[in-house]
């Protein structure tokens, strides 16, 4: 599977953003979304079932983003929404086979990432 995930900008604190991840090839993967600040490790956001039934967030994120999937499309969405400085990283869409985890060594496919900056 390949995967480009874009989206990303520049956005005042309190401010939205939709990040959508497209996926070509076989596509039939739980998908999860990713982030990483500069000099931090990489950090787990929110995850997907293969059908959306089921989905899981990290805490720092609970209630403010929304992961959603479009099968017909390929297409994974993260919808960020009362952005902080702190959500300020590059966000990486990324593919596996089990749903449930939140360790990036889980995930097999990773797309490039995309730039989210929030400004204070």
């Known amino acids: 599977v390949q995967l480009l995930a874009s989206g990303g900008g520049l956005v005042q604190a309190g401010g939205s953003l939709r990040l959508p991840c497209a996926a070509s090839?076989?596509?039939?993967?739980?998908m999860g979304w990713f982030r990483q600040a500069p000099g931090k490790e990489r950090e787990f956001v929110a995850g997907i079932s293969w059908s959306g039934g089921r989905s899981h967030y990290a805490d720092f994120v609970k209630g403010r983003f929304t992961i959603s999937r479009d099968n017909a499309l390929n297409t994974v969405y993260l919808q960020m929404g009362s952005l902080k400085p702190e959500d300020t990283a590059v966000y990486y869409c990324?593919?596996?086979?089990?749903?449930?985890?939140?360790?990036?060594?889980?995930?097999?496919?990773w797309g490039q990432g995309t730039q989210v900056t929030v400004s204070s």
């Open positions: 090839g076989r596509t039939k993967y739980v």
């Open positions: 990324a593919a596996a086979n089990a749903f449930g985890s939140a360790l990036y060594k889980d995930y097999n496919y």
